[in-house]
């Protein structure tokens, strides 16, 4: 299994089909933790994160030897895989105390990074502890106009009608300018040689540059 272990029992792991089993307590985990925060989220369904699983586009998290559910993060490519994002990030409340938000988006920046080397990553978010680990990994605050303008993106956020997110109208209202989210980005360019934070499995170091060099999205 690839997974990137500390000494409290729980692996970070690059999800794959196995996975799929979790989705539903996934979604719940963070439609749940988007009420308590009175925030929004762009909502996914099943069959897409299922779908990220399978493409090895996800990372979970997995406590002790029941492997119960305890964090999650997938990536996505947009704009011709010329930007790459690191979405969804949830860690279950018991497991809060172990650091599983940097070690998730660790993995998932060191993945993104293997898979798509010339992307810049990029995020909207309006939590200070991933504004605090984005900032670690490298990531700064840009304007929303030097983050993809690829429309299959900001549709994940909805519209005033169809709402995805509880703040689109926000969104709607500035012409896409600004929202309640904070944007940031990583610019590769600018981080020539950098080190990834993690280490990954061979095999999954073998699959990200496999994937890399045939430019799949």
């Not at 900001?154 to 600004?178: M, Q, S």
């Amino acid at each position: 299994m690839d997974e990137t272990e500390m000494n409290d029992g729980i692996k970070v792991v690059v999800a794959d089909a196995t996975h799929e089993k979790y989705v539903d307590t996934i979604l719940a985990t963070i439609t749940d933790s988007a009420k308590k925060r009175g925030s929004g989220i762009a909502s996914r369904t099943h069959a897409y994160l299922a779908t990220k699983m399978k493409e090895r586009k996800a990372v979970i998290a997995l406590a002790g030897p029941e492997e119960e559910f305890a964090g999650f993060c997938y990536i996505e490519s947009w704009g011709n895989k010329s930007f790459v994002a690191n979405s969804g990030l949830i860690v279950v409340e018991k497991f809060r105390k172990h650091h599983l938000a940097t070690r998730i988006k660790q993995t998932a920046f060191t993945l993104s990074r293997l898979r798509w080397p010339h992307a810049k990553l990029f995020g909207l978010t309006s939590q200070s502890a991933v504004m605090k680990i984005n900032t670690a990994l490298g990531y700064v605050p840009v304007t929303f106009a030097e983050l993809t303008d690829d429309e299959a993106y900001w549709k994940g956020c909805g519209t005033p009608e169809n709402p995805c997110c509880v703040n689109c109208d926000i969104l709607a209202r500035t012409g896409r300018k600004y929202c309640i989210c904070t944007a940031m980005l990583y610019d590769p360019e600018k981080h020539p040689d950098e080190q990834l934070p993690v280490q990954l499995p061979d095999d999954v170091v073998k699959m990200a540059r496999e994937a890399a060099a045939r430019n799949q999205r």
